[in-house]
């Protein structure tokens, strides 16, 4: 007579409770759980009646500030997508105080093809001037595909819906800033000052040793004291040249300058996109865009 095993025990066991429970109780679970549920509170959001509350930095459409663009191709080269398209073309400047004349790079096109962007950011990120940033609209759906394609002008009109960074947490240090090295000048035989130059990688610098100077002149690191008599010091005045004057800084350039939107343009524009059945949000976006360019081509004109 064959013994039974432990598990062959334990599985007959499990047959009869299956055997014994009664008929529907797998359906008064699922209603149970239905229930449950159904008597919580609703947390969906009635889209597009309620508009999300999205954080600054939503990656929902590339924003574009031409003012900030130098045309350094930067953001075209390092998109692996091959998806920004730029076209320029230069114009020179006379000098406004004699010299050369200067070549400028002006910007015709600036667009974007967002059939193919994937939203890396990577222009963003390398962009030196700050002129591309997330914005986080993102409702830009298109019936046709070539319609989304979007030009310089449309990639203008989202810089205004570009939210402002988030605070920093409390206790937390703003990032220092970066000191700039100035290097001590030494005054040469020629009496123009030379940046002292840094011990190179593998040399050890020998205490007061000092380079000879070429033409008969002090040791370089040698303060020069001028003579009593001319004001001017000895080297100067051996190869006859004047003393160095040291050179006036340049005055800083003021901020620039703020100009109001047109409001006679604000209006127009606003009400021939709201009469298009345009959204209210770009609506506005496009009517603050044209109302800037009308105030500036005023001010300029």
């Known amino acids: 007579m064959a013994v039974d095993t432990e598990q062959e025990v334990g599985a007959q066991a499990q047959r009869r409770k299956k ?47 031409q003012e900030n663009c130098t045309v350094c191709w930067k953001c075209s080269r390092e998109c692996p997508d091959w998806c920004i398209y730029i076209d320029t073309h230069k114009e ?118 000092q380079a000879p100077q070429a033409g008969g002149g002090p040791p370089r690191g040698t303060p020069e004291t001028p003579s009593p008599a001319t004001g001017v010091p000895p080297a100067a005045e051996a190869v006859g040249t004047a003393a160095p004057t040291s050179p006036v800084p340049a005055a800083p350039r003021g901020p620039a300058e703020h100009v109001e939107p047109d409001q006679e343009t604000f209006d127009r524009v606003l009400a021939e996109e709201m009469a298009k059945g345009t959204d209210r949000r770009v609506a506005e976006g496009r009517a603050k865009a044209a109302a800037v360019r009308a105030a500036r081509k005023k001010a300029g004109g």
């Not at 699922?30 to 508009?51: A, V």
């Not at 920093?168 to 030494?186: T, W």
Request: glycine content about 8%; some cysteine; charged content about 25%.
């Open 19 to 65: 055997r014994r429970a009664p008929p529907g109780l797998g359906l008064i679970k699922g209603l149970g759980i239905t229930l449950k549920h159904m008597l919580q509170p609703s947390i969906t959001q009635q889209y597009p009646d309620e508009k999300p509350n999205l954080p600054p930095r939503t990656r929902g459409v590339i924003a574009l500030k």
């Open 92 to 209: 020179t400047h006379p000098p406004a105080t004699g010299g050369r004349a200067r070549s400028v790079k002006v910007l015709d096109r600036f667009a974007i093809d967002y059939s193919l962007c994937m939203y890396c950011g990577i222009c963003v990120e390398v962009c030196p001037f700050d002129a591309l940033f997330w914005s986080p609209e993102f409702e830009y759906a298109e019936y046709d595909i070539f319609n989304l394609t979007h030009e310089k002008e449309r990639l203008e009109e989202w810089t205004y819906k570009v939210l402002p960074p988030p605070p920093l947490e409390v206790g937390a240090e703003p990032p220092p800033e970066p000191a700039a090295e100035e290097k001590p000048a030494v005054a040469t035989g020629g009496g123009e000052p030379v940046a002292a130059r840094a011990p190179q990688a593998g040399e050890t610098p020998r205490p007061g040793a």
